[in-house]
């Protein structure tokens, strides 16, 4: 198993930018699929984007393609999440899991950290 913890989040304007970084702690991270979810109050936690073990190949939601980045430092155990040209519709918790399915959407673990908040204001 591998324990995850993000940080980074905070509130920026329309437009802005943040980086948010997933910490990985195990030696099993670089075996992992990672991917970052959100979820937004009274709504479901949903995907946003995932990257492959190698970092090879990365998933994005429609709703963040081309706006948001997601890379890994193995070495670091470290996967992050490069947000720009932010809207107020990105604002919620952001999470990061180990990801699975076809295109990495879904996340392993049924259980998750504290994530770190981004708000976007108007």
């Known amino acids: 198993q591998v324990q995850l913890v993000e940080s980074g989040g905070g509130s920026v304007q329309t437009g802005g930018s943040l980086t948010l970084s997933c910490a990985g702690f195990?030696?099993?991270?670089?075996?992992?699929?990672i991917g970052w979810f959100r979820q937004a109050p009274g709504q479901e936690r949903e995907f946003v984007a995932a990257?492959?073990?190698?970092?090879?190949?990365?998933y994005y939601a429609d709703s963040v393609k081309g706006r948001f980045i997601i890379s890994r430092d193995n070495t670091k155990n470290r996967v992050y999440l490069q947000m720009n040209s932010l809207k107020p519709e990105d604002s919620a918790v952001y999470y990061c899991n180990p990801a699975i399915g076809s295109s990495l959407s879904e996340p392993l673990y049924d259980y998750w950290g504290q994530g770190t908040q981004v708000f976007v204001s108007s």
């Open positions: 990257i492959r073990p190698s970092g090879g190949r990365m």
């Open positions: 195990g030696r099993t991270f670089s075996s992992y699929a």
